[in-house]
């Protein structure tokens, strides 16, 4: 494994599903810290501004204050880390939960710490076999501890931690599909409001957060804010572990100080593009965001600088392809994804990434037609925002991304898509 930080992934901290190693190189002081000063627990994270890495960016600190607030009808609260990664190109998540699954389940316990929780889930893709085979351990050793012990005491209650397979589709990610999941339906996106953190599994309030965040809760409480933002660059704080594949020479997963730049991913971590190859555009943040070229080498990749070139640093998942390769045929295939992964539920979404898969397919084969382009174009301004989550608009802004960035591939001259 790639890196270039000591934060989430150091070498010490692997130690599987071993508890006692866990804690022998460190694990547990950030459990220790909330359960002495429980109440401070949300202004170090405000203070350290961690924000979410499941791809919004969110600052932490507000999601875990509603969750505080929200009041329970029937005395239950959750904390559900979600682990369904599914997402082409990020990978990240599932070597966090494989190789260091006790500073995962240590954040989680925190959280239900700080949101007084008494169920606590860690929420995982089936796929992600080698996850489950170290969390499955690792949960057993916590639930025999003295820690949880305190924690239960603390809480007033018995907390009821366990690992849920989810269904395994991409769309069971968006956290309005984990409430339904986890109450036994379809993961079914639902409209907000409400929010999880107010109305959340079976009504109660929910917090939901990305296995990333959740990682970096430990070291934060252990270390201090101050530690946590002085690991960034400028205004970024703390690390980001970036998953990098396509056309370099080194790809894998890098844990960087949050605002390396792209030019440092790639040429210096990532080895370079591969040989004879020239670089030509990034897909960041997955497959769903827009795309950066090498005018954009030099962009800090934390999430405001990013959004400043009109992009998202998303999950950290960097996707590089060199000159010679279709941008249409690339794009075709994201979109090709959006419409497999599509739950149905919303007529607008189905039906318009399978028809923007179908014209993108005619246009990359070579048989579309100018009123194929159109069609391209006229979708992309009917179809956002017509479903319950984002998942037709992750397909539209990629195909807008690339209608604007590579026109001439489409055919079209410089300047016609808007």
Known sequence: MNQAN??????????????????????????????????????????????????????????????VAAKSKNGDK?????????????????????????????????AAVACRAN??????????????????????EWKKSDLFIRIENYLGKPLDLQLVKTSGRYIGGEETAVISWLEGNFPFPRRKPPFPAESGVFGAPTLINNTETFANIPQILANGAEWYRNLGLGDAAGTKLYSLSGDVLNPGLYELPMGTTLHELIYVHGGGMLEGRTFKAVFTGGPSNTLLTAKDLD????????????????????????????????????????????????????????QLSR??????????TSDDLQALQSLCKLLPHSGRCGLIDGAVTVLQSSLRTFPEEYGLPDGQEQ
């Open 78 to 110: 959750y904390v559900v880390c979600n682990a369904n990664e599914d997402e082409p190109g990020t990978f990240k998540d599932r070597v966090l939960l494989a190789e260091t699954p006790h500073q995962v389940i240590e954040g989680v316990l925190v």
């Open 359 to 368: 014209l993108l397919n005619r246009v990359d084969t070579g048989i579309g």
């Open 119 to 140: 169920k606590a889930v860690l929420y995982v893709n089936p796929h992600q076999t080698e996850s489950i085979a170290s969390l499955t351990p690792a949960i057993e």
């Open 6 to 67: 000591q934060n989430l992934l150091h070498p010490s901290r692997r130690v599987g599903a071993d508890l006692a190693a866990w804690r022998k190189v460190g694990g547990g002081k950030g459990l220790l810290a909330a359960l002495a000063d429980p109440e401070n627990i949300i202004a170090t994270l405000q203070e350290a501004n961690l924000c979410g890495m499941g791809g919004a960016g969110f600052p932490t600190w507000r999601k875990w204050e509603a969750a």
């Open 299 to 354: 962009v800090p990749l934390d999430f405001v600088s990013v959004r400043e070139r009109k992009s998202s640093l998303g999950t950290g998942a960097m996707i590089v392809i060199s000159e010679g390769t279709s941008v249409v045929r690339k794009v075709s295939e994201y979109v090709e994804f959006f419409a497999a992964n599509s739950c149905g539920q919303c007529p607008p979404c189905k039906g318009g990434t399978f």
